[in-house]
């Protein structure tokens, strides 16, 4: 049987040929020429893009007024300038769609830099793919700038507000009566399960994947599936292990559907606990605890990551934990901490003695 992460991987290659079928029949060539070099998750985002950017061209642009999506051809992109994409950009920070299910009702839609980013890098790619393989005369997106990306500080749950989360999943009570249904049955595990992200630093979609095999309690380890496929052993304290050990009795004795026999964290009815899962289950306590900050899984990532750093002040290891490829990414994302401990450094060097 296929792994979690196979079946996954399987199920979005399937999404992607049918996102693909949506686009002009030219674009099939340049996801086949990048699928040994990209992630399915890239794929699949580039595949999002275009068909936004296409639908945009087809809607606004001057001679494709009378054409499908279909109609369009590789050679169609000689005469999409870069004002085009410009415009698009523009465009694509607010814009309302008629819901598919309902005429009468408007989708709105916003994108902030991030997302112009993102979308310009998918049309970047296509061009280039074209253009170095001489099947159009220029790339009209090297010449866009890139959005300035405003960075964002990092929103993490402070010491006593990572033990409040804690003591709330243990004994739920603030948790509405409806929700304390629920939570005796559930609480071991969650307990498990957010001590797990917080102890680790472990990505939600690499969480879920976790099988009961993946635990190692001789060397309080766990292995992971990262981006890309690498398989790496997250380590864990023994406070982690305490959460985790009464979970895996608790686990031992459930009722598990056919297919989910591996799965380490289990959903009510007895399945592999999905992402939505989590996300929900962190909502809910961290809710409870923090009225200004909102906490997603994400978040618990960056509270590991900003307590190992503070802890160690070794920016490549958290790189290596966190699995970031480029320590780049992780230096931009803690510099605030960074220039913390440079400032603190200046009081360190005495030039007199008192």
């Not at 399987?10 to 029949?25: A, C, E, G, S, T």
């Amino acid at each position: 049987m296929a792994s979690y992460f196979e079946q996954q991987k399987n199920k979005q290659m399937v999404h992607l040929r049918k996102l693909i079928k949506d686009l002009p029949p030219f674009t099939e060539q340049f996801f086949r020429g990048m699928s040994d070099t990209t992630a399915i998750k890239t794929r699949l985002a580039y595949a999002y893009d275009l068909r936004i950017f296409f639908n945009y061209i087809l809607d606004f642009k001057d001679g494709f007024e009378e054409k499908t999506m279909k109609d369009i051809k590789v050679e169609d992109l000689d005469n999409i300038e870069s004002e085009d994409i410009d415009r698009f950009l523009e465009y694509i920070t607010y814009y309302t769609k008629p819901n598919p299910e309902n005429a009468d009702i408007e989708m709105e839609f916003q994108n902030d830099e991030n997302g112009k980013a993102r979308k310009l890098a998918a049309i970047r790619s296509m061009c280039k793919f074209f253009y170095k393989r001489k099947k159009i005369k220029a790339n009209p997106a090297e010449i866009i700038d890139i959005p300035k990306i405003h960075d964002k500080a990092i929103v993490y749950l402070d010491i006593d507000e990572m033990a409040d989360l804690l003591d709330e999943i243990e004994n739920g009570e603030n948790l509405t009566e409806r929700q304390k249904k629920f939570h005796e049955k559930l609480r071991v595990r969650d307990l498990a399960l957010v001590s797990l992200m917080l102890g680790t630093g472990i990505r939600v979609s690499e969480c879920v994947g976790i099988d009961i095999d993946d635990i190692d309690f001789k060397q309080n380890g766990v292995k992971v599936t990262r981006k890309g496929g690498n398989q790496v052993i997250l380590y864990f304290s023994d406070e982690v292990r305490e959460a985790l050990l009464p979970y895996i009795e608790q686990r031992e004795k459930a009722k598990v559907k056919k297919g989910h026999e591996k799965a380490l964290f289990l959903s009510n009815r007895g399945t592999r606990i999905t992402v939505r899962a989590v996300e929900n289950l962190v909502k809910k306590y961290s809710q409870i605890v923090t009225k200004v900050k909102r906490i997603t899984p994400h978040k618990l990532r960056s509270t590991y990551g900003t307590n190992l750093y503070r802890e160690t002040g070794d920016i490549y290891l958290v790189a290596d934990v966190l699995g970031h490829a480029d320590v780049n990414t992780t230096r931009k994302h803690y510099a605030a901490i960074e220039d913390s401990r440079r400032r603190s450094a200046a009081t360190k060097v005495k030039l007199r003695r008192d």
